[in-house]
């Protein structure tokens, strides 16, 4: 087992999987001919890794064209999900995390996924889990593996 932390736990504290705490879902996939630099009434803008940085980062949206409502709801932008780097030709990028602090009418890609502490988790909140993926050992285990 890899150790993340470098002292033992508090008293009372333990450890638990993340995949028992947490909810995830994937992000949008479309094809080249979908991308417009530019929105129109028919587009929804996509969150897309380098949107991704110490906060959500929007100087640089691409839109797409015909994502149907079942993409639009499943990989919706929403408040209290933290979105994070899943792929990336750059390794260390693979962790990087921003939590959604309001709900947008946009998309996020696939290479990103969402994660939020499962309906009634009441040891983690939605804050937590976004400042504990962005502990320097922590992203370091997650690109690391």
Known sequence: MHWIYDTPLQKGWCE???GKLVQTKRGCSWSKEQEREQPSATSIPVIRIPNIQKRLVLDDVLYLEDIGVAHRVTSAVTKGWTL???SNGNPKRIGDAVLIEEDREMVFASFLFAL?????ESRIT????????????VHEFISET
């Open 16 to 18: 638990t999987p993340l």
């Open 126 to 137: 939605d804050e937590f889990l976004a400042r504990w993926l962005r502990l320097h050992r």
């Open 116 to 120: 939020r502490p499962n309906n009634g």
């Open 84 to 86: 994070m780097v899943a």
